[in-house]
């Protein structure tokens, strides 16, 4: 097996790993530009202030990092407790009617209305269902630009309160986009009926980008991810941290992101994210704190066969891991070892949260990941999803 030919990672022997057969060739010598410190495996450790990258066989190759503002936000000293505990939500959990799939609800905010997410995407019960051992998640592309689901040109109000108002605003502050039309899907964790929040730990999620084989199809975002809101303090407008979100996403694109290149038509890439701060759900707009790393698959089918995908979250970094064979260390089955888990490939030092947040899948329309055609179907099968609070918790 590919842990016991490379044995474990201890962080005081990062140079002999690199040099194991775990790093493939070209991760040790191709540069890359992250953050503000980027290390090779070639490279001495330096301070900590490093972002570390060994990329799995020939599956991905990484793009840049961007950082939207070079200030950090105030961190709040006291943060909330979690509510959500150790789990694994394993095949056999995924059973159940359309819309109750084990420990996950579907999100439907509205009965009818859709809001502006972006695109705008109506989310319904009838797209999260458990089959085959897995919950699958759906969205389809809108046949007709169907004016009247944003009518006058304005996206409906969203789940957010307009600071000292009982009034809803706009989720996102921003016209709907008709080419990312569509109904879309997302799915929450709840514990006793109520949405869960998760803090500090590792989370990781065995998931594919398709439902049958085809590649992640153009168009369509398909995202794990934690996030919370709070955009409102004492009644006045958070934009120091109102956004608690760690972010993974595959998707497509229309070139660029952030003026540097990313995928086009037909191939498929991987952005992970930490956020603190947004201009979402605040009225007057705020303060953009946001960094994201690209990646791209080398062959879009890696990532519509089952991978694992995660992070390791703690206050003042985040590791992103990836898996190219969620079956050579079953995480989940607690076969694995602190050292021997999925590899990471990327280390944000910049706009961690440190607020815990509900987790969620989510596949949905997005115009900038892409145009296909009216009536195109998207499908994301999660198989397995866990995760293990850090020890100070």
């Known amino acids: 097996m590919l842990v016991q030919e490379c044995g474990g990672r201890d962080p005081d022997n990062w140079y002999v790993w690199c040099r194991s057969e775990c790093v493939p060739e070209h991760a040790r010598t191709v540069p890359c530009d992250a953050n503000e410190v980027c290390v090779l495996c070639d490279a001495p450790r330096d301070d900590g202030n490093t972002t570390y990258f060994g990329l799995p066989g020939d599956e991905l190759e990484y ?3 961007l950082t939207d503002d070079p200030r950090e936000p105030f961190h709040p000293e006291v943060e909330p407790a979690a509510t959500g505990v150790a789990f694994i939500d394993e095949p056999t959990s995924f059973a159940g009617e359309d819309g109750e799939v084990g420990a996950w609800s579907a ?3 509205f009965e009818e209305p859709v809001f502006c997410e972006p695109g705008p995407n109506f989310y319904t019960p009838d797209n999260v269902l458990a089959t085959d051992g897995a919950m699958v998640l759906r969205a389809v592309r809108s046949e007709d630009e169907d004016p009247t689901l944003c009518p006058g040109g304005r996206c409906r109000v969203g789940p957010y309160t307009a600071c000292e108002s009982e009034e809803p605003v706009c989720q996102y502050r921003e016209l709907p986009d008709e080419s990312g039309l569509g109904s879309g899907s997302q799915a929450d964790r709840l514990v006793d009926d109520e949405m869960a929040t998760y803090g500090y730990g590792h989370f990781r999620a065995v998931f594919r980008a398709s439902g049958d084989g085809r590649p992640p ?3 369509f975002v398909y995202a794990f991810f934690t996030q919370g809101n709070l955009a409102c303090v004492d009644g006045l407008a958070n934009v120091e941290t109102n956004t608690s979100e ?3 996403e595959v998707s497509s694109g229309l070139g660029e992101a952030g003026g540097e290149r990313f995928c086009v038509a037909g191939e498929s890439c991987l952005q992970i994210s930490t956020w603190v701060s947004s201009e979402q759900g605040l009225e007057g707009g705020g303060t953009l704190r946001h960094q994201v790393s690209g ?3 080398r062959d879009p089918h890696f990532a519509s066969t089952y991978r694992t995908y995660g992070w390791d979250w703690q206050p003042d970094d ?3 891991t990836y ?3 969620p079956h050579d260390c079953d995480e989940a089955a607690g076969a694995c070892t602190p ?5 990471a490939i990327c280390r944000h030092l910049r706009f961690i949260p440190r607020r815990p947040a509900p987790l969620h899948f989510q596949l949905w329309n997005a115009w900038w990941a892409g145009t296909p055609e009216g009536g195109t179907e998207a499908l994301m099968s999660v198989e397995r999803v866990w995760h293990e609070p850090s020890a100070s918790e």
Request: proline content about 4%; glycine content about 4%.
């Open 323 to 325: 898996d190219a064979d």
């Open 246 to 248: 760690l972010d993974i």
């Open 63 to 65: 793009l840049w990092t």
């Open 217 to 219: 199809q153009d168009g």
């Open 339 to 343: 050292t021997t888990r999925s590899l």
């Open 107 to 109: 999100y439907a905010p």
């Open 295 to 297: 990646f791209r698959f």
């Open 318 to 320: 985040v590791r992103f």
